[in-house]
């Protein structure tokens, strides 16, 4: 099967041209203040709409106002909002676009409440739980704890080009996400780890 990829907190065309040539389905832009891979809106505008037809532009949020949220919509264009905060399904659902839930795995995590919650998300993204960081931390999580889902889901957290595959063989997701196992240091992306990444989620595509 093929395992659908994204590549997350991108802030240039160098990088997203990467991305793209290598393969990637989907690319992530953070809109956090307080993230290393903030971008400002005029800066995505310009980067977004260079992204070619299908391949997929998605939005990260954390907790944001709705009306920041309508702008990032209507500046931008964006083909998915991914909500990284404690949003509910309905905050979530309120601007009738394309939706990505994050979901902070830990012990407590009830994945029969999200599903029913979340029932319209494209995906859930599943992703590490480090208290006081909403995403991008560079750290797997335990991957037993992953319940039953019925719906679509990726994983993130923590991949690398190294362990991508061992994760896919793990735990078959749907998709894997990653920003900084991609990078040369915090919020820098490396062109060669993009590749190298992309190309082991191909190689186990091809023999899945
Ligand atoms: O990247 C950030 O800094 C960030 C900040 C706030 C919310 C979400 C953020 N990133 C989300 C992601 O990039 C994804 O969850 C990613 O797949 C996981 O990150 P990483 O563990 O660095 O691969």
Not at 59 to 72: G, H, K, M, P
Not at 134 to 162: C, R, V
């Amino acid at each position: 099967m093929m395992i659908r990829s994204k590549i997350c907190g991108l802030q240039n065309p160098e990088d997203i041209q990467i991305a793209v040539n290598a393969g990637a389905d989907a690319l992530g832009f953070v809109f956090y203040a307080k993230s290393p891979r903030n971008v400002e809106m005029n800066v995505a505008k310009s980067l977004i709409r260079n992204v070619p037809g299908f391949v997929s532009t998605v939005a990260l949020v954390v907790n944001e106002q709705t009306s920041v949220i309508d702008q990032i919509l209507k500046q931008t264009q964006v083909n998915y909002l991914q909500f990284h905060g404690d949003e509910s399904g309905e905050a979530c659902r309120q601007f009738g676009v394309n939706y990505i839930k994050a979901i902070r795995v830990n012990d407590q995590t009830n994945f029969a409440a999200i599903q029913e919650e979340f029932y319209d998300a494209k995906l859930l993204l599943l992703d590490a739980y480090v208290p006081g960081i909403p995403g991008g931390t560079g750290q797997t999580f335990d991957w037993s704890l992953i319940g039953n889902l019925e719906k679509p889901w990726a994983l993130a957290g923590g991949l690398t080009p190294e362990n991508v595959k061992y994760a896919i063989d793990q735990v078959h997701p749907f998709a894997v996400d990653v920003s900084g196992g991609v990078e040369k240091s915090k919020g820098v992306k490396d062109p060669l780890k993009i590749k190298q990444f992309l190309q082991q989620v191909k190689a186990v595509s091809n023999y899945e």
